[in-house]
């Protein structure tokens, strides 16, 4: 069983019959669900993801006004409920970086990953603030949602980024994607720097990957989890096995050769996806050229107009 399965299990039998009983006047005004840190709340979790940081439990959100009143007191019946649960074990010490299921504010939950309780305005906080956090903010699934600003911020966060923003940050990836492997890496290969060879195939996928997430209008999760979470895009999902292949193997004559096909063979995916957007109007196959036309696609004068990689 998945662990938002599990939660979503405990949560009904233990945590709302809890809040019904001792709390039903704040019921109409909190938020519970599972979101935020780990595996369970992408549904990515698997039996590994059990050897820490993995137990039953939910996450209850209050306006500052019901934390300050009720905070305490819910907290320490939380705190009571069944240490276990489907054959897992409450944890006695919270994780690194803090608890991820308990009571919080709804405030103080979204300044941790958006530096704000109220999530981005403008186009300078929503670049300022890297995908993961945005995707962290926005991941799990809610059982009830009655928390007015958390449920605000949320739903604002599941539109994806601003249109503009959204083409600054396709057009920064792809410049810097277009430098490093259609540019450097042949470059590097023909001086024998094979290893250089390799950091900016490294670069060219690490972008691409960022670009596939954007062309789709989803955040990137962490790393670990970019390949994982690719295979539930709808748009160019399948470019994870020649990214995987551009990692994985050596730099070797025949194989450096073959990269350079492949480089070239996403490239021309991606931009063919950009022109299917209407949002590049180049003609060639050079990412940083297609970089240049898709700024030029941005509204904004300000955005538009600032350098191109103030959109990583």
């Known amino acids: 069983m998945k662990g938002i399965e599990i939660s979503k299990k405990y949560f009904y039998e233990f945590g709302l019959p809890l809040l019904e009983k001792d709390f039903p006047d704040l019921v109409p005004r909190l938020s519970a669900g599972l979101a935020g840190e780990g595996s369970e709340c992408m549904g990515y979790d698997d039996e590994i993801s059990r050897d820490h940081d993995f137990e039953p439990g939910f996450c209850i959100w209050l306006s500052d006004d019901d934390y300050n009143e009720y905070g305490f007191r819910l907290s320490r019946a939380y705190m009571k409920l069944p240490s276990e649960f489907d054959g897992l074990k409450r944890q006695t010490l919270n994780p690194a970086g803090g608890a991820r299921h308990g009571v919080f504010k709804t405030s103080e939950f979204f300044e941790k990953y958006l530096d704000s309780p109220s999530g981005p305005k403008t186009y300078e906080e929503w670049l300022a603030i890297p995908s993961q956090y945005l995707k962290t903010a926005v991941s ?10 958390f449920y605000e911020v949320r739903k604002k966060l599941a539109n994806g980024y601003p249109e503009d923003v959204r083409l600054k940050k396709i057009a920064a990836n792809s410049a810097v994607a277009g430098q490093a492997g259609q540019y450097n890496y042949p470059r590097l290969i023909s001086r024998g720097e094979t290893g250089g060879a390799q950091l900016a195939v490294y670069e060219f996928v690490r972008h691409v990957i960022s670009a596939v997430y954007l062309v789709n209008n989803e955040y990137e999760p962490f790393y670990k989890w970019a390949y994982r979470g690719m295979r539930d895009l709808k748009t160019l999902s399948d470019l994870e096995t020649p990214l995987s292949f551009l990692t994985e193997t050596g730099n070797g004559k025949e194989e450096a050769a073959l990269k350079c096909e492949i480089i070239e063979d996403v490239a021309s995916r991606l931009i063919a996806e ?8 180049a003609t060639c196959n050079n990412l940083d050229t297609h970089a240049l036309s898709v700024q030029e696609h941005v509204k904004d004068a300000s955005l538009r107009n600032s350098n191109v990689f103030s959109g990583i």
């Open 140 to 149: 799990g699934e809610i059982f009830v949602n009655n928390e007015k600003n």
């Open 274 to 281: 950009y022109k299917k957007q209407n949002i590049s109007d």
